[in-house]
């Protein structure tokens, strides 16, 4: 079971007080004063470098198109981090700039500005030879269409060896042993020996999955493979992809408009107008009276490096924010405020309480 929460719907709630207009209130008994807040502040800042850690980096990437003079800023300074190991889905609507951040990853495009890094990879400055070496063994890649994953021509299990091949080191019996054990991997024994036209949808996306895992990427890439799919193959297809993380601890990133996928992972992130707005972490929790376990979703907005947060439009326009916010640091959130000044905006004397507050980590 899914249970959906807002944000900040169960975070402990603001002390009552409105702001007092100076930013500088004194501090309940026990809770840390606001020097020591800036000292803590001041300590973080030796911290190591942005996404030191991550296997995918995105540091505010922007991608300008520009076709007959216009142009069409598809990401907008986007911020994403992926870890090693993870499984996870970006979410978003038609034209949010989705593909053209895996066309990037894929290291099929170059972005405009920003940084972009995968497996220590700079995407930037690659020239067209570490771009080749890159495709070849550092990402897999699936696409939506299944007709553009496999070549009709060959069978399952060559198109399989096909990546192997190109890339060589490997004899012939090993190659086609190493192609054998994926497609069993992900149940498709019975498709070796078929060409694309013999299989079905679903086995077609699942052979694509064997064929971008051919040389072991680091990351496999995926831009709405159910796509073309209904949701019993889907399902069976997303199964595949889970496999291959679980087996082979591939880090797999996918673009889906299926909510059943992206109920299944971990971490769904959302990408609006070219930037992360929102992220959903799910999590298994138990009960402790009566042992059931069940899964937890809950949705956080993005922070992003120079501290811009976007909130929710149904929390802004509820309390009629636009504009200007007051903002009131408290030793474990922050308050946001509605401009008393503003017409329309619920202010202290109607006994409303902080708009939203954002978590302190
Ligand atoms: N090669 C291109 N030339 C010009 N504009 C482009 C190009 N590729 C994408 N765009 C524009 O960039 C924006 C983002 O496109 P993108 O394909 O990344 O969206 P998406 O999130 O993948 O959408 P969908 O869900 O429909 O696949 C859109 O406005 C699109 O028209
Ligand atoms: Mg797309």
Redesign the pocket.
Known sequence: MTTGKQPGTDGPRPSGEGPSGTGERPSASGEPSLAELERRAASRRGRPAYGHDALIVCDRLVRV?T?DGVE?Q?LQGLDLLVAEGELMALV??????????MNILAGLDVPTAGAARVAGRDLLTMDAGARLGYRRDVVGFVWQQTARNLLPYLTAAQNVTLPMQLRGGRRRAARTKAADELLSMLSLGHCRDRRPHQLSGGEQQRTAIAVALANNPSVLLA??PTGELDSHTAEQVFTAFRTANEELGTTIVI?T?DQAVADEVRRTVA?RD?RTSSEVLRRTERDAATGQESLVAREYAMLDRAGRLQLPADYTSSLGMAHRVLLELESDHIGVWPDPTADGAATEENGDGPAGTAQGT
């Open positions: 198109f076709t069409v598809a978003g609507a038609s034209g949010s700039g989705k593909s053209t951040l831009d709405e673009v408009h990408i070219g």
